[in-house]
Each structure stands twice: as C-alpha cells, then as structure tokens.
C-alpha cells in the first residue's frame, strides 16, 4: 500500500527503565517519512509522571490517522537534572514501538486478483403457492453499480427460471471501476419453478462469481463504503400457465 486511513487501533509504546535515571519528559514521535517527516504522532510518555526503574506502556489512538508504507520513529527525552548517578555496562533503557491490528476506512495500494462466490435468496409473496409458472412474456433487468475504483466482472445465474430448453437464466456483465451497467433478457417461454427456505417462504435463488483482475500496476484507492449494489426486476410478465394453490 502507499497509504491507509485508519478507522481503529492502537500504537504500543513500552519503556522498560533499567538505569538508575529518573525521566522528567519522555516522547515518541510517528512521522511519515514518505510525507516529508510529517508528523502522525507525539507520544508523551510520561503524561502520568516521571519514569523511574519500571516499566511503562501507553497505547495511543491511531483512529482517524493517516499513515504511509515509510515510518520512522523519533525519541526525546530529559533526566532529572542535579543528580549524581552511577551507571554500568548493565543498566539499560529499552523502547519498544509497535502498532497493532488495525481497521482502515481506506486504502490505497495495488490491488490483487479478487474472485468469490457467493448466494442469496429473494422471498417471493406468499399470496400464492407456486409448483411451476410458464411466462408468455416478460422482461428480467439486471442493474449493477460498481463504487470502487477496480472493474469487475459479475457471473449470475437463477437456477429457478428456465428457458425452454431448461437452461437457467444467467448474466454476465463486465462492470468497469466506478460505472453502472444493465441488462435484460426476454422472459418468453421461461418457467419459474420457485425454491424453498424452509420456513415455508418461497424463493428465488441466485448463484453470483464476483472476479476481478485487480489494478494491475496502478495504484487505487477503496474505501470502506464502497459497494457492489444489484437490483434485478421482472417487469411486464404474462402468465401463459400456473401450477400451484392460488389465495
């Protein structure tokens, strides 16, 4: 990735005193190298009082910050001034930093190859029971809206309506980033044989493979909110016969 916005998590700073020092002011500065240094973070350590021989960790926020692939860390610090000490070769002071899991709202970054599968289910109305239903006319919409900033290409198949030949309805549709796309396919001589969910409720079932070659060697940057929305619609059917309980 080149940058992330971050939606929650949190650095760790630890330091671990082992010197007979006492640390009036101890920080830790995050800075973006990639930025020009510019600075994520100022950590001070001792918000809560002097660092003496223990160990201490605070875990500052990094929610709503924005952070390149390039960190640097930078420490600073002052001693109690007017103390005479004696240190040897065995007393030490040690700072760990780290940042934990971390959800971003958005990423920019070269992205992958993505492909899934997936179903979903449409609860037909209950206002009757259908074994079988054979259109003589009628349209079906399939209606895509790609927000992200990758093209996609989008498999659908309905296994509960056939064509003549009994082959399911299918779609496939290219989906370039940031675009919306539609089709449609005659309904004529179709069959709809309605699934079921088990609860009594009557379905349409849908098949979906998402795929998409990813940005190539461009960066592209994807949000949390982005989406693929699908609305499909069967419009203007006639019934040329039914099978079922009618209410």
């Given amino acids: 990735f080149s940058q992330v916005t971050i939606e929650s ?16 002011s101890l920080g830790v500065k995050l800075l973006d190298t990639g930025a020009g240094n510019a ?5 001070d350590v001792t918000a809560s009082g002097s660092i003496g021989q223990e160990m201490r960790e605070v875990f500052p926020s990094l929610a ?17 001034p007017g103390t005479n000490v004696f240190i ?5 002071i040690d700072i760990q930093v780290s940042i934990g899991q971390m959800t971003v709202s958005s990423a ?12 979903d289910t449409v609860t037909l109305p209950n206002d009757a029971v259908i074994t079988a239903a054979t259109l003589a006319s009628g349209t079906f919409t399939l209606s895509l809206d790609n927000q992200f900033e990758i093209p996609f ?19 496939l549709l290219d989906t370039p980033k940031q675009s919306q796309v539609s089709d449609s396919q005659d309904l004529s001589n179709h069959t709809l044989t309605p699934g079921d ?19 190539g060697t461009e960066l592209a940057t994807l949000a949390a909110t982005d989406s693929i929305s699908i609305v499909a619609a069967m419009t203007d059917l006639v019934l040329e016969s039914i099978t079922g309980i009618i209410n």
């Fill in 9 to 24: 998590g949190t650095m760790t700073v630890q330091v671990t005193n082992a010197t007979k020092l006492t640390f009036t």
């Fill in 39 to 43: 600075e994520i973070l100022d950590i």
């Fill in 64 to 80: 709503g910050k924005s952070l390149g692939n390039d960190l640097r860390v930078e420490i600073y610090g002052e001693t109690d």
């Fill in 88 to 92: 040897d070769g065995t007393e030490s």
């Fill in 108 to 119: 920019t970054a070269i992205v992958g190859e993505i492909d899934f599968d997936f179903s």
């Fill in 153 to 171: 290409d989008l498999s659908i198949e309905m296994p509960n309506l056939t064509n003549e030949f009994g082959t399911p309805v299918s779609f």
């Fill in 197 to 215: 969910d088990g609860l009594g409720n009557q379905t349409m079932d849908l098949t979906i493979n998402v795929h998409s070659s990813g940005s």
